[in-house]
């Protein structure tokens, strides 16, 4: 990389080798966006070419109307011309001393097109929604693609969210079938995922489980309800013919947290999604049929499904997905792997970077990472050190490092530099990808001149991928990203600022979600599950800084009777990990008299997230009960 100021840039030998190597296809979109998107989705097999690209009913949005196609074809078929024999996937375990294992992309479509042809005996037609709660094993992969092979709605639910988590996603979208695995391997134990699909799946409509055999635990069995994924898939042929789908037909859900601890179902459809995670993942991380390309994002987000599943799919690479948690049985065990197998293309999160700097450099020494060409960030902003960290001891000042910013409702990324075109600048995104409008401006509307913060939103024709609903909730979606500016502009709900160059910085989130090692909670989920305690009067829960999670969340509760508050606290914290999951864990609860309120009677969050930052409390008379900050103060 080549320094100039503040600001790197990629080497001649980055750029000769990048699919988009100049600024000129910038130029190219921004003039007529639609257009450009029309010329990338001629790159994708269709059955039927779109009628028009783009049609705007605001707050509703349509792309490549009338056009025909399956995902998976452009996954798996489309490579069996070049790629048959090539491996696709590559599955690392936990376990050490287990085997990995490889599927070549025949393989893989084999295997698909056997789930889905026993899908379909187990009556799912198209249209029809699949619970998906598997770990990152690659039955994982099979079973979403099976999905969309035969038109089949995935809605997959992060294995680590609690039973009461997956119950509400199986209600909301009301699926008949479950596919889940009797259990993992999560820091050398095994995790009981059945145990807790037993759970999950009571009140819903779920009739059949299908589940995959990976930890070999004890688990209750239903027969007639219960199959095994591996048996099913034995007695099936390997050709099972394509739903053919609209372009605006649903592919998947992803759920997202709300507010109030009703989650939102993120809608993405068919045609829009395929051609905006193939081309991000081609442009933005360089992806060339010989890369070994390795997101580290759990498939239960959505960075899981764009870049763990489908883009590397469309784009004929090969890909890698792990079981385990990268710092198990060794902090180098992430390394490992990259030198393994010689990983060209490493995605994380700021926390697991931040997590590898805190285990120091001794332990990376031996690593020359000679086969990285380049770094990617996710989910939550990157400060500088870590920037600086990653740049150096990871990519050794070779590998640029796109810093990413997307969101489960835009599909695919939106926001970074292209690694042969950059300029890379810590602790910035960059530009919007080329087709992509985004603007920041203030609360009145007005676009705000560069280093001024305010709010990013997104301008039409927005992006391909974009969320099309919120599943089954119309007023969430209007509501929720339709109402700030208007119905034709989207609200990202992030704070941002450009430089004078144009390249943009996330500041973070302007309503109640904190990220919490890049995970995506509410405070709000946090609050409502707390709530259920039948003690509780009030409470608040606020994101505060950690040093390597980026945020955590604490909370400050008010009882109606001051009994055992040991035994509370434990409660407490009990209901959460039950209502959401340990990811929600807060890092404190702590027992208040009284929450700061305005006269009015809404708590003022903001204060209490400022007694564990650096900034001022600001006004406090305004409060109608500003004695209580004093209170809380002598707590924290
Ligand atoms: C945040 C994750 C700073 C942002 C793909 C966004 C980021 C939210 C970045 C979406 C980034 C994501 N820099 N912040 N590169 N990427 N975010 O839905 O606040 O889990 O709105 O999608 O993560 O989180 P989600």
Redesign the pocket.
Known sequence: MIKKGNLYWPSKGLQKRAWVKSKKIYQEAQKRPIKFWEKLAREIFWHKKWKKAFLHQPPYFKWFIGGKLNITENCLDKNLEHNKNKVALIWEPEPTEESSRTFTYYELYSQVNRMANALKKLGVKKGDRVGIYLPMIPEVIISMLACARIGAVHAVVFSAFSPQALKIRLQITKAKILITADGYFRRGKVINLKENAEEGIKDTQVKKVIVVERAHNQITWKKGRDFKFHDLLETERRLCPSAIMDSEDLLFILF?SGTTGIPKGCVHTCGGYTVQAKFTGRWIFDLKEDDVFWSMADIG???GHTYSCYSPLLNGTTFLIFEGAPDWPTPDRWAQIIEKYGVTTFYTAPTAIRMFEKYGAEFLTKYKFNTLQILG??????DEAAWRWYFTKVGKKRCPIV???????TGGILITSLPGVGPFKPAF?GLPFPGVKVDIWDEKGKSLPPNKEGNLVILPPFAPGLLREVYKNPQKYLKTYWSQYGKKVYF???AALKDENGLIR?V??VDD?I?VAGH?LTTGELEAAINLHEDVTECAVVGIPDEIKGEVPVAFVVLKKKRHPQKIKEVIISKIRAEIGPIALPKEVYLVEDLPKTRSGKIMRRILRRLFTKEPLGDLSTLANPESVDIIKMKT
């Open positions: 997202t987000w959505i960075t960030s996710v989910g939550e902003p990157i810093d990413t910013w997307w969101q489960t409702e995104t990202t709900s992030d996330i973070g989130r979600v990220k995506r």
